[in-house]
């Protein structure tokens, strides 16, 4: 336990019990500012994100395309097949916080990432979305683009209940690796 002796803070002598009840009230004061900051629009970078995890090589993925500064994999969850990810390897939490070569590195390959996603599953369009924010739908907290093959009258939104397999995966992912390859 410690000592019941006061401590000083700035000059004062304060005991043990006011010392926590200071600390505690900090404590929810940092939690409050941090909840209010995000809906604020002000979330901090989680390094343990699962996209960080993935840069980092920690968790397999289908990966289409690397840079030095982004990678593209398919979706674990995907709307419909092709449905591809594209993430920046430097931490931001969205694309507003996005800036200098990760931004214009990441968004020179955006263009050529949708027409192989679109060559590679024969789409005749495609949604590109970011989702900027939890009310927006941002469930991973580091910025990404998904690039989503369209078909007529397709329009669904929801992603998948059940895992992308890896005989799901591996034709599409060759498929928008041979495309880029060919110069989309």
Do not use: Y
């Amino acid at each position: 336990r410690g000592s019941s002796r006061p401590s000083k803070l700035h000059g004062h002598h304060i005991s043990r019990q006011s010392t926590i009840k200071m600390a505690t009230t900090s404590l929810r004061t940092l939690t409050t500012a941090l909840c209010m900051g995000g809906a604020l629009g002000l979330l901090l970078p989680d390094a343990g994100n699962i996209f960080a995890k993935i840069i980092a090589g920690d968790i397999p993925s289908f990966k289409v395309m690397e840079t030095e500064h982004c990678i593209a994999i398919l979706d674990a969850f995907p709307v419909c097949p092709g449905h591809t990810l594209l993430i920046p390897k430097k931490a931001s939490v969205t694309c507003a916080d996005m800036e200098g070569d990760s931004l214009t590195g990441t968004m020179a390959e955006l263009p050529k990432l949708v027409r192989a996603v679109q060559k590679a599953t024969g789409a005749p369009a495609a949604r590109v979305i970011s989702n900027v924010g939890p009310e927006a739908g941002q469930i991973v907290f580091h910025t990404h683009f998904h690039i989503i093959p369209r078909h007529t009258k397709d329009a669904s939104w929801a992603n998948s209940k059940e895992m992308v397999t890896k005989e799901e995966a591996l034709p599409v992912m060759e498929a928008i690796k041979k495309a880029l390859a060919e110069g989309c």
